[in-house]
């Protein structure tokens, strides 16, 4: 008899190597042992005797050191793939957290040049992180930071000046400081088409106002050739011009947590906890990105968001802890704020086109192999991982490439319940029975990890759960469209089972298609 103890709220369960240990296994025997100051053999004994009698499972058993393994019954897994019959497209949708709002930002590029890959991989991270929260209960804000002030602002406005004289034949050259991008030798010939030599005595900063909404509007061009649209476009000059900025220093100030040396002025994180103090006014009078950071993150929990998620490359892994701080700091409450960080993407493959600089832009790739490619290869590895994108794979039409391989899923599906309407016309009789072939049991158990999968894919910020699902859901419906006959005249009651079976695999398929935004074609 096991005594009274606290679970944890999540229960890991892993499938067995080998098929005679079940369904499912898990270890938790083992990691209650100490706790309960049993062996793990007694405690998986004594849940074995709890579960046997659940009309859930099949078979429950015990491996060595403490192991608790189970099988689901055959009637369960038909009871519950009826329900997704029943539910549609919501089955697997969680409202755990019905009531609360979710603000995420992501892609936040500077407004200085064309999006990269790098951009996109957040941007589908951002996107597909924000459809999961939505599917369990959140009311989701997607946000943009437009990154406008500051000195790349200056540098941008002049690279364009010297572009726009260029074209009108002055002999100027770029510094290496500057913007060296095609994309603004098209753009000052833009303005020499529409302008002529009109804007020859015009300041950097027309420059730059041209230049910004320029290469905004490019950017979510981009973004909606992804399928990504934005709820609030933020500007960080805005925190300058309403006071934000200036209160996080006075507030700093006050509680003895910022000073001056060197002509700059400090954060002082070590009071805090932090590894060193920082910079946040250079000595030039600038701000470094930190204080501006602090000042955007207060903003977002003055809004009321229940949950931040920031959706950020890499390259702000060392600055992020200091700016919860910056937080923390000003009495704001910092663990709402959630870092999903991401790492570089890598293009590998034949040579593309660079037709924007001296790098492959978002556009380029998006044209090369399309908008759902992009959006399933960018998720196909976990976001702390490099990434390397390969093109030659992605162009392939065959089931090598694996988003091919899931859509081509889906296809099939439709071409089998195109072809069963002469076998069950007009009939609404969703009663799945008799469905004990192994494929059977295998496709059933995996569209019915969908809502664990959406579940661990918020828990751990990690969308790509959701890539591997769709592609062993889609592997699983291969391998019984393989071994199990769907259409059968001479067993009528037999092929309708299997093709409600069919028609759930499909709510299922298109629901993770849908989280992923990525299209299901009915036909390829």
């Known amino acids: ?14 499938n067995p190597k080998q098929i005679e240990w079940g369904d499912y296994s898990s270890a938790f025997p083992l990691q209650m042992s100490k706790q309960l100051s ?46 997704v019959l029943e539910k549609g497209s919501s089955f697997a949708d969680l409202q755990e957290f019905e009531g609360k709002e979710a603000q995420v930002e992501f892609v936040s590029a500077n407004p200085t040049g064309p999006l990269t890959v790098g951009h996109g991989r957040g941007g589908v991270i951002g996107d597909t992180l924000s459809n999961l929260l939505t599917s369990v209960g959140y009311k989701v804000t997607r946000e943009y930071y437009y990154n406008n002030a500051g000195r790349q602002m200056q540098i941008l406005g002049e690279s364009l000046r010297i572009r726009y004289l260029q074209s009108l034949g002055r002999d100027l050259s770029l510094s290496e400081h500057h913007y060296q991008g ?4 098209d ?30 509007s490019q950017q979510h061009s981009t973004l909606s050739d992804l399928n990504i649209v934005m709820d609030i476009l933020y500007n960080e000059q805005s925190l300058y011009e309403d006071g934000s900025v200036d209160n996080v220093i ?9 000073y001056e040396k060197d002509g700059a002025l400090w954060f002082a994180l070590t009071i805090l906890g932090g590894s060193e103090d920082r910079v946040i006014v250079k000595s030039s009078g600038d701000p470094t990105y930190r204080l501006p950071d602090i000042s955007y993150h207060c903003n977002k929990l003055e809004r009321g968001f229940d949950l931040v998620v920031d959706v950020l490359g890499a390259d702000h892994k060392d600055s992020f802890p200091d700016v919860l701080l910056g937080v923390q700091a000003m009495g704001y409450d910092s663990t709402k704020i959630k870092l999903l960080m991401h790492q570089f993407v890598n293009i590998k493959g034949q040579r593309m086109s660079k037709r924007s600089g001296n790098y492959i832009t978002l556009d380029n790739l998006i044209e090369e192999v399309g908008a759902d490619v992009v959006r399933f290869f960018m998720l196909m590895r976990t976001s702390e991982s490099h990434l390397d994108f390969d093109v030659d794979l992605a162009r392939e039409q065959s089931e090598k ?3 091919y391989y899931v859509q081509y899923a889906h296809a099939r599906i439709c ?14 009789d969703k009663v799945i029975i008799n469905l004990t072939h192994e494929s059977e049991r295998v496709l059933m ?10 579940d661990r894919s918020v828990r751990e910020l990690s969308p790509h759960y959701l890539t591997n699902y769709a592609r062993d859901l889609a592997s699983s419906f291969h391998a019984f469209y393989g071994a199990c006959k769907v259409l059968d005249v001479e067993n009528i009651q037999l092929s309708k089972s299997r093709i409600n079976l069919v028609k759930a695999v499909q709510i299922g398929l298109l629901r993770a298609l849908e989280l992923l935004g990525v299209t299901a074609p009915e036909s390829m």
């Not at 009109?198 to 320029?214: C, D, M, P, Q, R």
């Not at 006075?250 to 910022?258: H, N, R, T, Y």
């Open 187 to 216: 753009l000052s010939t833009q303005l020499v088409d529409n302008y002529g030599d009109s804007l020859v005595e015009s300041h950097w900063k027309e420059f730059t106002k041209i230049a910004e909404e320029n290469i905004a």
């Open 445 to 454: 158990r995996k569209l019915l990890e969908l809502s664990d999968t959406i």
């Open 182 to 185: 095609d994309y603004l030798v």
């Open 1 to 14: 008899m096991l005594p009274d103890f606290d679970l944890p709220d999540h229960i890991h369960l892993s």
């Open 401 to 403: 490439n694996p988003v």
């Open 415 to 428: 071409s089998i319940l195109d072809r069963a309407e002469s076998i069950v016309a007009n009939d609404s």
């Open 250 to 258: 006075e507030i700093l100030k006050s509680k003895g947590l910022a």
């Open 38 to 83: 049993l062996s793990p053999i007694s405690i998986a004994e004594s849940i074995q005797k709890k579960l046997i009698s659940n009309t859930m499972f099949e078979n429950v058993t015990v491996s060595k050191p403490g192991f608790l393994n189970v099988t689901l019954s055959v009637d369960w897994l038909c009871a519950s793939v009826e329900a």
